[in-house]
């Protein structure tokens, strides 16, 4: 069974970096692909991007210039920063894999192993 | 962006009825939708994939159908363990992107 656990500082100061990082258990990060989607207070998702092992990204658009993502393969971990933040970032942060696959002209997509979350505050 | 707009935003209903939810995309996205559900304190949790296929080991009284723009959510008979709420998500395009999700209670 996939597990995933999300670690980092839980409280970060405005206009300063939030770092957090995913580590991956019962299975290889070199497979699927890895995602971050955090969940305000009033409980909206928002997909923030994903991470594929050959290195490119995918960032939300109105998170793309403060946000990037990496992965470590030896440690089985990818990482997220999103710097500048302000209290419109305090949320609960997830990983999650990301799954597809095609047969045919039928592809399937969805995230089938979520973390725990880990909330966030950005306050002085 | 590809909007999603699910309703009820809330439900409350008595063990044993049939609950529906129902999910509305901004634009086409054939049947790339996914329903997740979420406990409180919990990580949302895959129910149905493809909008009508239930993931392994998913209770069978959950069920999903549609495609295109208009998708639907079915809890055939609720049980008190079903108390959550409830999100569609769609992976047509990116940004990836959610429902605002139905808080499903017991009445």
């Known amino acids: 069974q996939v597990q995933l656990q999300e670690s980092g500082p839980g409280l970060v100061k405005p206009s300063e970096t939030l770092s957090l990082t995913c580590t991956v258990s019962?299975?290889?990060?070199?497979?699927?692909?890895w995602n971050w989607i955090r969940q305000t207070p009033g409980e909206r998702l928002e997909w923030i991007g994903n991470?594929?092992?050959?290195?490119?990204?995918n960032y939300n658009p109105p998170l793309k210039s403060r946000l990037t993502m990496s992965m470590d393969t030896s440690k089985n971990q990818f990482s997220l920063k999103l710097n500048s933040v302000t209290a419109a970032d305090t949320a609960v942060y997830y990983c999650?894999?990301?799954?597809?696959?095609?047969?045919?002209?039928?592809?399937?997509?969805?995230?089938?192993?979520w973390g725990q979350g880990a909330l966030v505050i950005v306050s002085s | 962006d590809i909007q999603m707009t699910q309703s009820p935003s809330s439900l409350s209903a008595s063990v044993g009825d049939r609950v529906t939810i129902t999910c509305q995309a901004s634009?086409?996205?054939?049947?790339?939708l996914n329903w997740y559900q979420q406990k409180p304190g919990k990580a949302p949790k895959l129910l149905i994939y493809?909008?009508?296929n239930l993931k392994t080991g998913v209770p069978s009284r959950f069920s999903g159908s549609g495609s295109g723009t208009h998708f639907t959510f079915a809890i055939s008979s609720l049980q008190p363990e079903d108390i959550a709420t409830y999100f569609c998500?769609?992976?047509?395009?990116?940004?990836?992107?959610f429902g605002g999700g139905t808080k499903v209670e017991i009445k």
């Open positions: 999650a894999r990301g799954f597809g696959s095609c047969s045919g002209t039928s592809c399937s997509n969805y995230l089938d192993f």
């Open positions: 991470i594929f092992l050959s290195g490119s990204t």
């Open positions: 019962g299975g290889s990060i070199s497979r699927n692909y």
């Open positions: 493809d909008a009508s």
């Open positions: 634009q086409d996205i054939s049947n790339y």
């Open positions: 998500q769609q992976y047509d395009d990116l940004p990836l992107t």
